[in-house]
């Protein structure tokens, strides 16, 4: 056993620690008392819940709160922390407590993982992204405890403050409110400022990535001192933060008092990147606004983050080429930083393979099901992108289209170039040979 893993490479590794966690996870899921009939989920069903925990996507085919015992939800948590942490993390967290040496090969899987620059600092990385994650999700649970007490009692309460402060922070968006309707995540909320704006805290700081936090903690406010991708992300996150609000407050939200407005424009700007929480019926927003969140979802959060998508700097990277190729400028850059070209490529390829994915998944769906299209794409789009936001038709798709979605979350989370370099025996080389060169007219 120890020869095939030293074999594999950090890509492998972390593909398969996914699959082993969402294989482990559905055969608990299947126990007798994890549902409330007391005769277990079917494997279909287990499979695709625990595919969303740990892929922290949140589309269910049944609702956590009216389906699953205690027992159930516990494991739904268990594996949300689990697949936020990135498997491998959870791994050396052991390492670390236990005392023992962690290896070269160790270090390099757990800096893919992470999506640190360097395998130096990594295991103190690891560490305080432990530290940092149980303190966010405690400050969490604590702030949302007063106003869950009072709706469901002291006991009941707490188990959902917890759940949901780590559900918000792993921008996971599973929810516990289907005890009142089921699949109603938190509308009951709309108007509470206290659950809408921790919420929203917890999704922005678990998606803005670990190595923005290490920057914020190490230099403070002084942000000229970040490094440039640390830069890129707050930019690239406010911008998409504030402009999508401003059209969902002006146009979505229009009636109603100012506060409510503000607060539900803000919370559907947010959700999207990845969280999958929401506090309004997504069949009142038009065509437009879905339109709009699609295109959110399919970003997502930041590199080394608990969020999924494209990512926040695969966006800013394309749109900061698009900008130099109009200035007639040879090279990437930002904050006087040069982007290598192997940069922009990646970001190309990424691109090109969640539209790819997005695309051909909602057309499958739409086929398969005779729905109509903008449906399904808005269910392909929260599952490749890890979101978990629902339009209402994932529970009464059928089992082809469910493994649709099942691919997409898991291709989703895994990363689409970390699939290929595991793919690829030769990982990262390839072949270095050059072809003739010959011009070819684009646009």
Sequence with gaps: MGKIVRRLSSSQIIILGFAGVIFL??????LPFATQDGRGAAFADALFTSTSAVCVTGLVVQDTAAYWTGFGQAVILLLIQIGVMVVITVA???????????????????????????????VRLTGFIIKMTICFELFGAVLMFPVFSREFGPGKGLWYSVFHSISAFCNAGFDLMGCRTPYSSLTHFAANPVINLVIMALIVIGGIGFITWDDVKTKGLHIHKYRMQSKVILMTTFCLILFPALYFLAFEFSEGPLGERILNALFQSVTPRTAGFNTVNLRD??????AIMILLMLVGGSPGSTAGGMKTTTLAVLFSTAISVFRYREHTHFFGRRIDDDTVRNGVAVLIMY????????????RIEGLPILDCLYETASAVATVGLTLGITPELSLSSRTILVLLMYIGRVGGLTLIFAASSGGRKGNTSRLPQEKLTVG
């Design 25 to 30: 996870g559905s055969l608990l899921l299947m």
């Design 92 to 122: 050396a967290a052991i390492f670390i407590a236990s005392g023992k040496k962690i290896s070269l090969k160790q270090r390099s899987t757990m800096q893919e993982a992470l999506s640190a620059h360097k395998v130096g600092g990594i």
């Design 285 to 290: 927003i038009s065509e437009t606004g879905i």
């Design 355 to 366: 539209m790819t994915l997005f695309l051909g998944g909602g057309l499958l769906i739409s």
